[in-house]
């Protein structure tokens, strides 16, 4: 962790450093929301119910920074904005899958938030300039596929309960794997902050010259496995928590 950490401060030190050598800069807001899928230790790894039902929704405020109208702009201005978001996630959670038909895993559910900060790169391979400042008014146009990259913080907020009698007060209502071990596994309900690192694959469609619409998958792998509250003991438990999602969203032009 501490190591994520670590290359999270070096990333944002080089975004900042060259921020601030550029000259004109073009500043850009935006909203997006969207629905996710919280891939956690609920429910079996693989399965649709699970996939499905661990669901929620996503809301956030981006904001850019790119040089691409300089007349002197180089082949990285052209083609790279630099994206700083602020993200909200919510979703419930249960123990979905055919083999979590144990009483204390269906009794068991629980919900995490998540309020994050993450800063990056937003790479397009048709170029900043040429797509968001054509002057055309053709469809194909006005399109520009993007791909991105960030690290984030993350404050999150877990919580679980059992509608058993005692509830997950009692130990005899824990499943076996989430009877923790020592600090770092089983059931931890504390809040936290994780470190994360931002995915996305998304296509613009350029209304005019200041303002887009945008579609992207959005994946967001945590550094830390109790973002859900659960690390389950043994083996199993192969992957950090992660999440996927689908956001939509507009961003106009300020200045």
Same mark, same amino acid.
């Given at each position: ?107 068991? @559910? ?52 059992? @509608? ?92």
């Amino acid at each position: 962790m501490k190591s994520f950490l670590r290359f999270t401060a070096i990333l944002l030190a080089l975004v900042s450093t060259s921020i601030n050598a550029q000259g004109i800069q073009e500043h850009e807001f935006g909203l997006l929301s969207g629905y996710h899928q919280m891939r956690s230790d609920y429910g079996e790894r693989g399965d649709a119910s699970t996939r499905n039902g661990n669901s929620g929704f996503t809301f956030g405020l981006s904001y850019y920074i790119n040089k691409a109208s300089s007349r002197r702009a180089n082949y990285f201005e052209e083609h790279v904005k630099y994206r700083f978001d602020f993200l909200y996630l919510s979703s419930n959670l249960e123990h979905y899958g055919q083999y979590a038909d144990d009483p204390r895993l269906e009794a068991m @559910s629980g919900s995490f938030t998540s309020l994050g900060l993450s800063g990056g790169l937003e790479y397009y391979p048709l170029g900043i300039q040429e797509q968001g400042y054509n002057r055309s008014y053709t469809f194909i146009s006005k399109l520009s596929p993007y791909g991105g990259i960030a690290v984030g913080l993350n404050l999150v907020t877990p919580e679980a309960t059992s @509608s058993l009698e005692g509830g997950l007060a009692n130990p005899q209502n824990i499943f076996p794997s989430f009877i923790s071990q020592d600090s770092d596994n089983g059931i931890v309900l504390d809040n936290r902050i994780v470190g994360s690192l931002n995915l996305r694959l998304g296509l613009r469609f350029n209304f005019n010259p200041r303002t887009g619409l945008f579609v992207e998958s959005s994946w967001m792998l945590f550094g830390s496995d109790l973002v859900d509250g659960l690390s389950p003991v043994g083996p199993q438990n192969k992957y950090t928590d992660w999440t996927w999602g689908i956001n939509l969203g507009f961003s106009t032009l300020i200045f």
